[in-house]
């Protein structure tokens, strides 16, 4: 098996331990992910974006924005204080910035 290869299997790895941390915070998870890979965590920063061409946090945020976007369409029966917890924001006006910048809408329109 090739560099690639395991290179590939690595962040297939990462992205399936990302998911499953996903409710944790973000250094949390990376520093889980890191732990898990047997790596350091500035490592898995430079194997993931050698590979990907993402920092592995700002895959972290993209991961946890598009899970709190999609719990916005798929429970909009709820309040819009859970899409900020699941995306790990710590206030609502960071997370509708970061929201609009990102979807190119508010959360009130994906509620």
Do not use: W
């Not at 290869?5 to 990462?14: A, F, G, P, R, V």
Request: charged share 30%; with cysteine.
């Amino acid at each position: 098996m090739g560099a690639k290869q395991n290179y590939d299997l690595t962040i297939e790895k990462i992205e399936d331990l990302v998911r499953r941390e996903l409710p944790e915070d973000k250094k949390t998870i990376i520093s889980t992910v890191a732990r898990e890979c047997a790596m350091t965590e500035r490592d898995l920063d430079t194997v993931f974006k050698f590979m990907t061409g993402v920092p592995v946090m700002q895959y972290v945020v993209t991961r946890k924005m598009q899970a709190a976007y999609e719990f916005l369409i798929e429970q909009a029966h709820l309040d819009i204080d859970k899409a900020v917890e699941i995306s790990g924001y710590d206030n609502q006006s960071s997370f509708t910035k970061k929201f609009k910048s990102d979807f190119h809408m508010t959360p009130k329109k994906a509620h």
